[in-house]
């Protein structure tokens, strides 16, 4: 299902229902297409808020007629599968073909419409359709009065089947033709399950829909005949509404669709993934993705749940969407994996991520990959304003959604629309080296908010931004950790002994990225060891670093120089059974890291640029928790430096020198000196907790685009 009349239908060919997919089987004349407009574009609306809802459409129509709708009703929503032909037709809207496997038991037995048309013509009652285009059917009008044995046993005689509805339309089909019977073949087929389904009709000719076990809504300006027809079956629901007001309403009762949210969070991922099919949350208790859980999500406690709804990006089929974990507000847009490659692997990563981390010179810029970005932000755009109520607060988060404020604002200007950034925020000049950075800027002076972990940060994006004709306002609000839980986890763990009594381990925790300089610590290190050969044996650097998803290219070369980097150390100045690097690629527990975080004498954090930098947060909050004699080594270039400066060991990867004189420092420390310095940094992290932080940007959010509204532009304050 698509979300306009001109969007692109799905890709690919029939495929096996997911487990919980649904599936909506509509007429169109009387049920979709019935009702006043409001009620045509609140069942859109809700259509589109649930990609996973499958829509069939099962009509009198033709194809050709049925494009005629798409084409020109934007209210009509897009199907996968069309029934035409009062089910003597079977279209996959993918591509508007003919399914001959589903068709062609169908039209069995069908003597042809020029035999019909023959046998028929001695009835002159019978007034045949000239301007209805038909397939596999023969069509007239028919007066009620009209309507005889004589008439019925004579399309009998032919081997066919009829159709008499509205007291109007009488329909010659083949003898296993029908809704009912098309509709059936494609359950088989996509092993659609009866309670997974609701068939929604007004007429006669949607009976046999209501005869498969499935559930049913019949309009309230259906006819009679029919809801004599159904009157007996618990699965049909009879509202006194009408056309699409009904079908709206059956959806609602049976809990397939929900109401637009006051708040809706965009983010490119959703928190919680997917893995051999089943949802798995993150293992840690930081990050964004738990933050947002713990405000949005079931267990949310301080000012209450919020009325929310976490719109995010899957590369799975939408039937996902009917599974989410329990209680999580979660609505997915599904994606092509190919489009979510040249989207996330190549534009994000490949153009935009360069610039944020001040690594101009590896910006690749590739047309038909910035192509895919618009259009997934196009998508995430309409996808958030069709779960956004009315004046709703949209938060944004990251470079991922660049384009989306610009979109968003062009046709819900009703919306308040904010953006935090968890990444570095680049230098004007920096900037304005993307090819793109035009456009980026036009969407991004459309936001009512932007935030920050650090002032620096904001100072960037104001300076982007000088000289727009609109800025946002500005807010600095670092996110923190959950220190009770991850001190109380530190508590519990047993001591641990895995460095050895005489071993020194430095260690580090972050993903592959070049942004981290995992390279340039490999070689201060080794220039350590060769100045230092008193360490050799007594030291080990543990490098705990993650690969990204797969697809990534652009951290190609830096594993592949790391991994070499890794390799000669080790090989250079290995002995007996010891070597200076111990490389652990994966992703680990977080219970496992913070075993780490307490068997390590240091914690080095080298980036070239970064947003917080949680993991620095956990770890001095492991040790403080336990009482340990850990010490922080620090990027001054990660967000986290401008709340220890003065006070940490700060360093910068960018000169070798530094970062060997830092490690050294550190080492040279006392276990006292080094329980005290994790003590005093401990101390003034006194960042709000996860929760407060989430609420404090919502609410700010919302009073900038108020503020907006009174005086015509955003203010601009940090």
Known sequence: MGSTATAQPHE???????????VLVTDLDGTLLAGDEDSRRRLKQALDRHPDITVVYATGRSLASVRTVLAEEPLAPWPRWIIADVGASVIDAADMSHSQPLEGPLRTGWPGRRRVRRALSRFPQLVPQEAVAQQGRCSYYLDPEHLTDEITTAAEGLGCSWTYSADRYFDVLPPRAGKGPALRGLMRSLGWAPAHLLVAGDSLNDLSLFRLGAHGVVVGNAEPALVAGVAADPLVHRPPLVGAAAVLHALERLDWVRSPKRVVVGYHRAPWQRYGGRWRQPSSPNGILPTLVSVLGPGAGGGGRLDA????????DAATASTVPPGLPLALLPLPSGQWARYFHRACKETLWPA???????????????????????????????HAAHRATVWLHDYNLWLVPGLLKDHRPDLAVGLFHHTPFPDPRTFRSLPVAGQLLSSLARLDWAGFHTAAFAENFRGVLSGAPRTPRIGVHPLGIDRPAVAALARSRPASTAGGPQTTVILSVERLDYAKAPVHKIHALAELLDGRPDLRGR???????????????????TRAELERAIDELNGRLRSGGWEPVEYIPRTLPFEEVVDHYLAADVFWVASLADGMNLTALEYLTAQDATGGPGVLILSRHAGAADYVKGHALLTDPRSRHDLVEKLATALAMTPEQRRAHTARLAGLLTIPDPAEWARGIIDAIGEAAAVGEVSGRGADRS
Do not use: M
Request: charged letters at 20%; a negative charge.
């Open 309 to 316: 709804v976490w719109a995010a990006a899957t590369t799975e």
């Open 539 to 557: 030291l080990r650097y543990r490098l705990v670093c993650p690969p990204p998803e797969p697809g990534i290219r652009a951290y190609d070369s």
């Open 12 to 22: 690919g060919p029939p495929r096996l229902a997911a487990p919980g997919e649904r």
């Open 356 to 386: 944020l981390t001040a690594q101009p010179h590896l910006i690749r810029h590739d047309p038909a990959d910035w192509a895919e970005y618009e259009a997934v932000n196009a998508a995430f755009a309409r996808h958030i304003s069709a």
